[in-house]
């Protein structure tokens, strides 16, 4: 597989104020470990870097470090630290790799061809597992890996035990992990109308109340309430009514 070059240079300083000090000449601090070296502390020029990280442009790829000492090495990115606020690379961990031994390596996934269930059943792709971990020597390692999507329907998914073999590489996640699925769209919800059905509980303007107690009537409406005893005892009779007989002992 094809590689790239870094420059690299040695770095004396360690901690907060030696790496504050590179960062204003414009340099990153760097570290490269090693499986058969110690750690080595390292500085890389900003621009530099920055073309690296373009020419990559996501692929898993072997870097080809030189030193100031004509002595290389070939590595790859482990892990990359930039300012959350600014986005300017803060760290750079570097993983030193031998030609005659294996090395196990995140790879990106990269999806290939038109779902049949984005096409003909208006499906969404969900990729559950943008990276993953395969073992492999240098010259085996893939750039991605890509996952043909095309027989992919509403409700199915691609799992890694279904990836297509390459050869020399070595998948180690799970084999049920999902990497990849076709998601059905989202159902419509039928409008409600509480408003309306709230509308239809509320008494017309003008209208009594039920009373509590009040028998229904038969036409299943509310019957008027019974007058109350006290207040008839004490009426008056109405103007030119006779006043009723009074009982006879």
Known sequence: MKSFELTVNSRAGTGRSASRRLRKANQIPAI???????????????????KLRKAIAGRAALVALKRESGVAALSFLQEI??????????????QEVKENEKMVINVAVQLVGESTGVKNEGGTLDTASHRLRVRCFPKDL???????VAELAVGH???????????????????GQVVVLCVAPAAE????????????????????????????AADGKAAAPAADPKAAAGAKPAAGAKPAAPAKK
């Not at 408003?195 to 009040?214: K, R």
């Open 32 to 50: 490269l470990y090693g499986k058969h070296t110690k750690p080595e502390t390292l500085s890389i020029s900003a621009p530099e870097f920055v």
């Open 81 to 94: 630290q930039r300012d959350p606020i600014t986005d300017r690379y803060l760290h750079v961990d570097l």
């Open 142 to 148: 893939p750039g991605y890996l890509e996952v043909d």
């Open 157 to 175: 998914a691609i799992h890694v035990s279904e990836l297509k073999p390459i050869a020399g590489v070595e998948f180690l996640d799970s084999p």
């Open 189 to 216: 919800e039928a409008a409600s109308t509480p408003a309306t059905d709230a509308a239809a509980a509320v008494p017309a303007d003008g209208a009594a109340a039920p009373v509590a107690g009040a028998a229904p």
